[in-house]
């Protein structure tokens, strides 16, 4: 077998667009994934072969049956080892880089350590509590954060992403923003696999974009995507932060958080330099799933 060495070999397809500089940098730079699911993973998967030098993610949970239909590279020997075991092992031999991964929830101490290192930190866990402790962490220690979802595929084959910079700190909602008081969030209804990963890919191309400064302008004018397969159309728009929002906005107690159990939506609209599309009102957000 030929011994595979050569960093720009490796990369050559994509060095005319990231140049060596650009790839240089994605070899320094370290990306989080909080979760593990069908998002998670491929998200993972992607950054990794364009060339992230470090890749740290965390994920509580083992790998069920009906991960399968998501988890393109998973077999029935995979079913019940963590997670985070199987990204390791995916990985595993990819000349430059390296994986680091535990099972730390993200409200668990650690996971602040993972978030103050990172370069980038994407956020796919399947509860409302463990994406607003990465958004808290990112908003935090200042560091860019995707988070991505997908609607309830029986209303729609769609996913959201949801980006915060730093340097849109004045004006961008954070992932927390969109947790508002009216529409209810759905959960686990409905997941094909390419749907996942075609909205993972979308975010890990974002990353790619942000972390090399190509073509990247356009994400500090824009934070909230939705990607619809079913229509199919990408839509991006500018939703500012919310007044009263858990995380950046007015009030960060824990009673508050409590009270977002029951999840809901209706910050998409308010507030929002561009009226975020009817689309947001006909398809359901969902949390996860794993
Ligand atoms: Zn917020």
């Known amino acids: ?18 140049g060596t500089k650009g790839q240089r940098r994605l070899r320094r730079s370290r990306v989080h994934i909080a979760g593990l ?3 998670g993973l491929s998200t993972a998967l992607n950054l990794a072969a364009a060339g992230v030098g470090t890749i740290t993610a965390n994920d ?53 350590q993972f978030c103050q290192k990172a370069d980038f930190i994407v956020s796919c866990a399947n509860t409302v509590e463990s994406r607003v402790a990465a958004a808290r962490e990112a908003l935090q220690n200042r560091r860019p954060l995707i988070d991505i979802s997908l609607a309830d595929g029986r209303i729609a084959m769609a996913g959201f992403i949801k980006l915060w910079l730093p340097q849109n700190e004045g004006w961008s909602a954070c992932p927390a923003c969109y947790f508002g008081d ?15 990963a075609g909205v993972a890919a979308f975010a890990a191309c974002m990353v790619l974009q942000l972390l090399t400064g190509h073509k990247a302008v356009v994400f ?18 500018a939703v500012v932060g919310r007044k009263g929002c858990i995380v950046c906005g007015d009030a960060h107690s824990s009673e508050k958080l409590n009270a977002y159990d029951e999840v809901r939506t209706q910050a998409l609209v308010e507030g929002a330099n561009e009226k975020p599309s009817a689309a947001l009102e006909r398809i359901g957000l969902l949390i996860g799933p794993h």
Do not use: C
């Open 1 to 18: 077998m030929k011994k595979v060495n050569d960093w720009n070999e490796i990369h050559a397809a994509q060095l005319p667009i990231f």
């Open 37 to 39: 699911g069908g998002i």
């Open 60 to 112: 509580p949970q083992t790998v069920s049956v009906d991960n399968l239909n998501r988890f393109p590279f998973a077999t029935p020997e995979h079913i019940g080892i963590p997670k985070a075991t199987l990204l390791d092992r995916l990985l595993r031999g990819r000349p430059g880089l390296k994986v680091i991964t535990s099972m730390q929830r993200n409200e668990e101490s650690g996971f602040d």
């Open 182 to 196: 009216n529409t209810r969030v759905l959960r686990g209804e409905g997941i094909v696999g390419t749907v996942a």
């Open 220 to 237: 500090y004018e824009r934070n909230f995507f939705i990607i619809e397969f079913s229509k199919p159309q990408v839509e991006s728009m």
